[in-house]
């Protein structure tokens, strides 16, 4: 009785059409899932509605005129994204290409670190811009850096976080002062970190304030302390965003704000400030 039955249902369904769908709507499950700033989950809902709407188009109208022109739309929508996204796009380049598939897949939640850092941060930060001495300091939230992640890895520290200690790192007489401190997991993992630099703002920004952006563009989990060497201004960079020129309470505030929001949220905007 089932076998005709079943074997009628075999003939009806196209098999590669469910694999189709089924592939297509994990795939837009897993990165709706990796999407966490609302306009930006808006545009992409938007786009693959638009990519679907092609697809039933495609398979089902018989509107060759109407066709050409959603896949027209569909081009264009993403140039635009590509623009848009194109930090995002090299991040997953980047790691499709070294074999680093299951950070996509890992856990979003961020690494913390104990109230005591926080106010080592900004108390070494506060005593580096009264000197005007300037300092980058990169705070990794869980981004799973690795060498080759930056332009030059430094040198390895391994150190217990403290103000005397960060102090000493970018003291104007030492030979690591002008690249940046990696901090993790509340040690001190490396200094003269050679960070890649943004390409957005060459004519606003310094060079400290570049690679600032420029890891953070790449990295959501990332924040970078910025000391101006010129005009000892403190600087907070977060998803490729500056906020600037803050005092050292309220880089206090934003770091223990970035440890309380989900990964993927910013706490840094854009303001005015010299070159540094």
């Not at 188009?57 to 959603?70: C, E, G, H, I, M």
């Not at 930090?87 to 790691?95: C, N, P, Y």
């Not at 030492?174 to 004519?203: C, F, Y």
Request: hydrophobic residues 50%; positive net charge.
């Amino acid at each position: 009785m089932t076998g005709p039955w079943l074997g009628g249902w075999l003939r009806f369904l196209d098999v590669r059409l469910l694999l189709d769908l089924l592939f297509a709507t994990a795939l837009g499950v897993v990165v709706l899932g990796r999407v966490t700033e609302a306009r930006t989950l808006w545009l992409l809902r938007g786009y693959l509605l638009l990519v679907a709407f092609a697809w039933v188009v495609q398979r089902y109208a018989s509107l060759p005129l109407t066709s050409k022109l959603v896949d027209a739309l569909v081009l264009a929508c993403s140039l635009t994204l590509a623009i848009l996204w194109q930090g995002e796009l090299r991040r997953l380049m980047e790691l499709l290409g070294t074999g680093r598939i299951g950070v996509l897949f890992g856990n979003r939640r961020r690494d913390q670190l104990a109230s005591g850092s926080v106010a080592v941060l900004s108390e070494a930060a506060g005593r580096l811009s009264q000197s005007r001495r300037g300092a980058l300091i990169v705070v990794d939230l869980g981004s799973d850096l690795r060498p080759e992640d930056f332009l030059n890895p430094g040198i390895p520290i391994d150190g217990q976080l403290s103000v005397d200690l960060l102090l000493n790192l970018f003291a104007v007489d030492t030979p690591l002062h002008d690249g940046a401190v990696l901090v993790k997991a509340n040690r001190i993992l490396a200094a003269g970190v050679i960070l890649p630099l943004s390409r957005q703002g060459l004519n606003r920004y310094g060079t400290r304030h570049l690679a600032a952006l420029g890891l953070t563009e790449r990295f959501d989990r990332c924040l970078a302390i910025v000391v101006s060497e010129e005009t000892g201004t403190l600087a907070l960079a977060s998803q490729g965003r500056l906020e600037r020129p803050i005092t050292s309470s309220r880089l206090h505030d934003l770091l223990t704000k970035s440890l309380a929001l989900p990964a993927g949220r910013s706490v840094a905007k854009d303001t005015p400030d010299s070159r540094g």
